[in-house]
Nanobody, 124 residues
Framework: QVQLVESGGGLVQTGGSLRLSCAASGRTFSRNAMGWFRQAPTKEREFVATINGSGRSTYYADSVKGRFTISRDSAKNTVYLQMNDLKPEDTAVYYC?????????????????WGQGTQVTVSS
């Protein structure tokens, strides 16, 4: 059974940092593009960052560019999201996802495996 499990969420003050992890089990995702998305209450799930299968190509939403960094460790079958200079508007449930292609995407519908999410709350 394929699973993605996120961890690392929590409560942090404005300007603080968190690092989210997404551990994959069941099969290797080393050739799959991965993405991070987030969903705030009453809002649709939105794209945050994506990384391609090799890890050499990344892409970010404008709202997080320069503050967040996506990376992967294929040996550990894990994807990370380093979040710095956090703002209250970053508060959301964060999800990692995998898609069958090795090319990253901003399209939430193109991902077929999802984690359960981890809550990030940024206090002002």
């Amino acid at each position: 059974q394929v699973q993605l499990v996120e961890s690392g969420g929590g409560l942090v003050q404005t300007g603080g940092s968190l690092r989210l992890s997404c551990a994959a089990s069941g099969r290797t995702f080393s050739r799959n593009a991965m993405g991070w998305f987030r969903q705030a209450p009453t809002k649709e799930r939105e794209f945050v960052a994506t990384i391609n299968g090799s890890g050499r190509s990344t892409y970010y939403a404008d709202s997080v560019k320069g503050r967040f960094t996506i990376s992967r460790d294929s040996a550990k079958n894990t994807v990370y999201l380093q979040m710095n200079d956090l703002k209250p508007e970053d508060t959301a449930v964060y999800y990692c996802a995998a898609r069958s292609s090795n090319i990253g995407s901003t399209d939430v519908g193109s991902y077929d495996t999802w984690g359960q999410g981890t809550q990030v709350t940024v206090s002002s």
